[in-house]
């Protein structure tokens, strides 16, 4: 049986929290996973360090999204992603929140409209955009910074596009992104206030959004917003409410994550010109190097799943009802899993990572962040053959989310 350690000595929820391993939070998760990798910190929170455990956790059936109403999590279980309250007065979420059936049912219909021709069609508008902000960024005097010149404008101009919002709104699109990707934050690990603000953004969204739907029903366009509004299944169709969470979710599948996988996979490169160099000469590598960033600094630090019955991980006990956390940036640096997991090697294969997730809920959007990286991460190469970091990088105060709020570059 896996030693489950509960010892004064080890990491605690605030260290996570702790400003002093914002930068650099991975010899915490090293400390973690050496001490204890299943640590249970209460008789309801269990915390995951290792990459099988947090696999075969997310692969697990057993382990999902409480209903709302479930006693058992009282407190600790605000389900992922519940955008709004129907007319009933209960809460809807995207289908990240929930458990099959009704997420087969949601994820099918979803799927039908995000598809990943529509995705890969993007591919030249995606190529045309990033030159015209690699372009503005070359005409500012001095150095510029990455997140606000590329990584931050980019996602948020492809998701506004592909859902059809008009350029004039791209900055509430960025304002809402912003403050709704707080919802994939576990309650017990939000900072004061933050839940309040959420939840005013994720009423300011949908209330944009249903006139956007409303404008869609009578005037269709050739947007993933038209298709899903139109999508069916046989008698089957997303109810407004679904529609609703689901552009919610990928709001934040096709703008956070991926603004956070650019600035970090760039300054990853600029901390290890071998690798810069590699890429430099070998476009080639740029999908397999995509991978790699994603593994050695994931965007999505963490998640959690609920024991929704008895169940056990590693030979450890999980009574149902439990809380378990897990630490998607500690797994993808198991040394057990990867050889020497703290190197950034851009050639390594396979590259087996959790950055998207693993089971039902993998990412619906990780097509559409690949791509945007490739295509960052490749002009970026070509128009600045020799960028050098021009000060500090500072990191965003997210606990789930780790991404940088500033990356100061010089293009060379």
């Not at 919610?248 to 603004?259: D, K, N, P, Q």
Request: hydrophobic share 40%; proline share 8%.
């Amino acid at each position: 049986m896996t030693h489950v350690d509960a010892t004064a000595a080890l990491p605690s929820l605030q260290d996570l929290l702790d400003p002093r391993h914002q930068a650099d939070p991975y010899p915490l998760y090293s400390r973690w996973r050496t001490q204890a990798p299943l640590a249970r910190l209460d008789e309801q929170l269990l915390v995951l360090t290792r990459y099988e455990d947090c696999a075969a956790v997310l692969r697990d059936g057993r382990f999902g999204h409480p209903d709302a109403d479930d006693p058992r999590f009282t407190g600790r279980a605000r389900p992922a992603l519940e955008v709004l309250v129907d007319d009933d007065g209960r809460p809807v979420r995207g289908f990240l929140g929930l458990n099959p059936p009704s997420h087969t049912r949601l994820r099918s219909l979803v799927s039908q409209a995000f598809t990943r021709r529509r995705v890969e069609l993007l591919a030249p508008r995606i190529e045309e955009l990033t030159a015209e902000l690699f372009t503005a960024m070359e005409s500012a005097p001095g150095p510029v910074d990455l997140i606000e010149g590329l990584a931050t404008p980019l996602p948020v101009a492809v998701i506004s596009e592909l859902l059809g919002v008009p350029d004039a709104d791209r900055h509430r699109m960025l304002m809402w992104s912003h403050a709704v990707a707080r919802a994939l934050v576990p309650d017990f690990l939000l900072p004061p206030g933050a839940a309040e603000q959420e939840a005013q953004a994720r009423r300011e969204f949908t209330d944009y959004l249903r006139e956007l739907v409303v404008e869609r029903r009578h005037a269709p366009g050739d947007d993933l917003l038209s298709a899903l509004v139109g999508v069916h299944d046989g008698g089957d169709t997303l109810t407004e409410n679904e529609l609703l969470a689901t552009c919610t979710l990928l709001l934040i599948a096709g703008h956070e994550t991926t603004v956070n996988l650019i600035g970090n996979g760039t300054l990853a490169l600029l901390r290890h010109p071998d690798q810069l160099e590699r890429l430099r000469s070998d476009p080639d590598l740029t999908d397999n190097a995509v991978e790699e960033l994603l593994r050695y600094d994931s965007p999505v630090q963490l998640t959690v799943r609920f024991a929704l019955q008895d169940a056990e991980v590693a030979g450890v006990p999980v009574p149902a009802g439990t809380t378990l956390l897990l630490l998607i940036g500690a797994a993808n640096r198991d040394p057990a899993a990867y050889e020497d997991p703290d190197r950034l090697d851009i050639g390594r294969t396979p590259v087996r990572h959790l950055a998207f997730g693993q089971g039902i809920h993998f990412c619906l959007g990780a097509p559409l962040a690949r791509l945007e990286t490739r295509i960052a991460l490749r002009t970026l190469l070509q128009r600045a053959p020799q960028p050098r970091l021009a000060g500090e990088p500072e990191w965003k105060d997210h606990i789930t989310l780790r991404g940088l709020r500033r990356l100061p570059l010089s293009l060379g």
